[in-house]
């Protein structure tokens, strides 16, 4: 219906508003109100961690008290027994799989095909570990023949459709993220990650944001976070210029008070680089954010 259609049914308004745009929102969580849940879990990509086997890397992790393990995705399956063995008995989880990146949004069917093959193997990989999700981005800058607009978005519902169904088939999630203008234009904001959730309308498809990406795109943390509500379902840990947080001018509470409103549980987790020994670092940059969680008050 167009502008000039709607205005002329405006008798019916009422009615016509709630057929258009009353679409559940079952993953709502996002009605303002303090949520005392909210809990700060701190962890890591394994490669940001520092130790000469994976058992090492976890063994720092729990000392700097870290709780989130986020592993990359080459060698999937066939490092699961190695992952396994690692956090066994240590209380780490696993929290995502990096990545099952595109592009996927691309007219070539068959390369497509192979597209979404290995993110619905690296989808079962994630079931198997427990993980919160697999990450994907749908669509890089310059990745050769994409679409754009409309038909991308369409054909990106499509995929998702798909990898959403063998998500809950076999218990893992798909964690679209938004990155900034720099690496994609085709996705940049969180609200628009999470309408994109709300139309693939499957309990296998859910979103995160990354707060180095966010302080380019976002104009606010807090509204950045609350638009995606229960749809956020990981996190990546940032500075601004992309190094630890705490080693430069990023501040986290605008952020951490959008993250207590939602009522988030899942974990945040260090994708950046670090200045200086990480060994020193990763524990001062966990003990700042736990400072800044506490100073978030979300009822401002
Ligand atoms: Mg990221």
């Not at 939602?262 to 987790?269: A, E, K, P, T």
Request: proline fraction near 5%; include cysteine; charge should be neutral.
């Amino acid at each position: 219906m167009d502008r000039r259609s709607f205005l002329k049914a405006s008798v019916a308004g009422l009615g016509l508003i709630a057929g258009l745009g009353g679409k559940a929102r079952p993953a709502d969580r996002t009605a303002g109100e303090r949520n005392p849940e909210a809990e700060l879990k701190l962890g890591s990509q394994e490669g940001r961690l520092p130790g000469g086997t994976l058992g090492e890397k976890v063994e720092n992790l729990v000392k700097y008290g870290g709780i989130g393990l986020e592993i990359g995705s080459g060698g999937l399956p066939g490092r699961i027994p190695e992952i396994r063995a690692a956090i066994r008995g240590t209380g780490v989880k696993i929290s995502a799989i990096c990545a099952a990146d595109g592009p996927y949004i691309i007219p070539d069917e068959a390369e497509r095909g192979r597209k979404i093959a290995g993110a619905k193997a690296l989808l079962s990989a994630a079931g198997e570990l427990g993980a919160t999700g697999v990450i994907m981005v749908p669509a890089f800058n310059g990745a050769g023949n994409q679409l754009t607009g409309l038909p991308a978005r369409d054909l990106l519902l499509r995929v998702l459709a798909e990898l959403g169904a063998h998500a809950v088939k076999v218990g893992g999630r798909m964690l679209i993220e938004p990155l900034n203008r720099d690496e994609a234009f085709f996705l940049r904001q969180l609200a628009d990650a999470a309408s994109i959730c709300r139309d693939a309308n499957s309990p296998g498809i859910a979103m995160m944001g990354d707060l180095y990406h966010m302080a380019i795109e976002e104009t606010s943390d807090t509204g950045a976070f609350i638009s995606a509500g229960g749809y956020l379902h990981h996190v990546h840990l940032a500075s601004r210029t992309r190094i630890l947080p705490g080693q430069d001018d990023r501040d986290f509470k605008d952020a951490f008070r959008g993250l207590k409103r939602i009522g988030y549980r899942d974990y945040c987790s260090l994708e950046c680089g670090c200045r200086g020994d990480p060994a020193v670092e990763i524990p001062k940059s966990f003990r700042f954010l736990e400072k800044q969680w506490k100073e978030a008050d979300d009822r401002a």
